[in-house]
Nanobody
Framework: VQLQASGGGLVQAGGSLRLSCAASGMMYSVNSMGWYRQAPGKQRELVAVIYRGGTMNLVDPVKGRFTIYRDNTKNTVYLQMGSLKPEDTAVYYC??????????WGSGTQVTVSS
């Protein structure tokens, strides 16, 4: 599976961004698609995930502000981010996990939220 992420950038606090991640290859085996982020000096952490059947999970810090959704016709997962805060600043990584236990990462896209 190959992943191409885009949509990061610089935004003021309170603003919005949408991240996109287009996937290709072996999509029949994909179990989940999601987004992680890594802030400077911190470990990579889960932000949101959407499973094959459509179930979604978002971590508490982003609930009510972020939405994850998937366009199966384009094999693309999106992270719509709103009411952004400076603490959302991080490199965001797309992640795919397959039903046979493989895991793939996108190259990361920088999101910077200014106060």
């Amino acid at each position: 599976v190959q992943l191409q992420a885009s949509g990061g950038g610089l935004v003021q606090a309170g603003g919005s961004l949408r991240l996109s991640c287009a996937a290709s290859g072996m999509m029949y085996s994909v179990n989940s698609m999601g987004w992680y982020r890594q802030a400077p000096g911190k470990q990579r952490e889960l932000v949101a995930v959407i499973y094959r059947g459509g179930t979604m999970n978002l971590v508490d810090p982003v609930k009510g502000r972020f939405t994850i959704y998937r366009d199966n016709t384009k094999n693309t997962v999106y992270l719509q981010m709103g009411s952004l805060k400076p603490e959302d600043t991080a490199v965001y990584y797309c992640n795919v996990q397959t039903s046979i236990g493989n895991e793939f990462w996108g190259s990361g896209t920088q999101v910077t939220v200014s106060s």
